[in-house]
């Protein structure tokens, strides 16, 4: 599994941004699939996580009914449409896989480099 995540960027208070993580590995669809996010000088914090299948999502109370992840196992790739943006949802933005289906951080083994999400007010 090598995670390369995309698509951040910096938006105005109430717009939206879709990131995207590609795995380049062969062993995608097995894996649950997770984003995370660290704003500055803050702990990293769980923000969705979709399982191996797609059936089963997850979303950290501060995004729910703003945030959608979704997965294409054909594509590899897991994405994080994010509407409604807010100035707190600034932050950096990894995406993780593991085969332990969680919202701990520690239970996922491999990790993407981060990309930049910036909400202006």
């Known amino acids: 599994v090598q995670l390369q995540a995309s698509g951040g960027g910096l938006v105005q208070a109430g717009g939206s941004l879709r990131l995207s993580c590609a795995d380049s590995?062969?062993?995608?669809?097995?894996?649950?699939m997770a984003w995370f996010r660290q704003a500055p000088g803050k702990e990293r914090e769980f923000v969705s996580a979709?399982?191996?299948?797609?059936?089963?999502?997850f979303y950290a109370d501060s995004v729910k009914g703003r945030f959608t992840i979704s997965r294409d196992n054909a594509k590899n790739t897991v994405y994080l449409q994010m509407n409604s943006l807010k100035p707190e949802d600034t932050a950096v933005y990894y995406c993780?896989?593991?085969?332990?289906?969680?919202?701990?951080?520690?239970?996922?083994?491999?990790w993407g480099q981060g990309t930049l999400v910036t909400v202006s007010s």
């Open positions: 993780a896989a593991t085969l332990t289906p969680s919202t701990r951080g520690d239970l996922y083994d491999y």
């Open positions: 590995g062969r062993e995608f669809s097995s894996y649950t």
């Open positions: 979709i399982s191996w299948s797609g059936v089963n999502t």
